[in-house]
């Protein structure tokens, strides 16, 4: 998807508060911009990814972390 398209996906889903829908596309912006080799960008989109996990208890909460603990960018998960 092109960075364009996902921003206006992420754009609707925050106004409809859809946080099912901000955790799914900040995941996806996450792998894209890991795969375009930006880590940070990639945590960025991790970090808020997990926020709107956290928030809704969704179950990719643990492997977001997870990921963010590999790039030393968070602690390891303690429920």
């Known amino acids: 998807m ?3 398209a ?3 996906l992420l754009l609707k889903a925050h106004a409809e ?3 099912a829908a901000l955790v799914r596309l900040y ?3 996450a792998d894209q911009s890991e795969a ?3 880590v940070d960008a990639a945590c960025f989109y991790l970090t808020h990814a997990l926020v709107f996990a ?3 208890g969704a179950s990719e909460a ?3 972390n997870a ?3 590999e790039k030393g960018r968070a602690h390891p998960w303690q429920p």
């Open 67 to 69: 990921r963010l603990v």
């Open 17 to 19: 508060d859809d946080k």
């Open 2 to 4: 092109s960075d364009a």
């Open 27 to 29: 995941t996806e912006a």
């Open 62 to 64: 643990k492997q977001l």
């Open 54 to 56: 956290l928030e809704t």
């Open 36 to 38: 375009g080799g930006n």
């Open 6 to 8: 996902l921003d206006q």
